[in-house]
């Protein structure tokens, strides 16, 4: 079903000790494929506020040292969004499900060995680290 709204989104990507942290989605968008940490920017808030916030409502975690990776425009799944990724590092807090609503599991997984079906903003969030190219279009 066709949505005439286009939404922004921001995620973030960590990685630690070489591996990048994943959540297994749960819920109507990208249902099953692995994404990084993010959700939908609020109205008069910053996206780097937004990343901060859902690290910390989706899995408990405070992050720091957060860097803009890229920029994508993505019509998918029947939506359009304008996507804004960051680079983050955890300053406090383990990873845990805060929201098993939204959320089936969490974990980090090795770079060249990533969960499949991977979530696309998750797809491109990741090309931009590996070529450091920062803006993407991609359309169904």
């Known amino acids: 079903m066709k949505n005439d709204t286009i939404k922004v989104g921001a995620g973030v990507l ?3 000790d070489g591996k990048v942290l994943m959540t297994k989605r749960r819920g109507a968008l990208g249902h099953g494929e692995f994404g990084t940490v993010g959700g939908h920017v609020e109205y008069g808030e910053h996206p ?27 019509i ?7 996507d804004l990724s960051f680079t983050a590092d955890i300053i406090s807090g383990e990873p845990k499900v805060l929201e098993p609503e939204r959320i089936e599991g969490v974990g980090f997984y090795p770079l060249d060995d990533l969960p499949e079906p991977i979530f696309e903003y998750a797809k491109l969030t990741l090309e931009a680290y590996k ?3 920062n803006y993407f279009e991609t359309q169904d």
Not at 49 to 69: P, Q
Not at 76 to 82: D, E, L, M
């Open 14 to 16: 960590i990685i630690k």
């Open 76 to 82: 998918k799944y029947g939506k359009h969004y304008i």
């Open 131 to 133: 070529s450091r190219k």
């Open 48 to 74: 780097i506020d937004t990343v901060k916030r859902e690290a910390r409502e989706e899995l408990g975690i405070e992050i720091g040292n957060i860097k803009f990776l890229d920029c994508a425009s993505v």
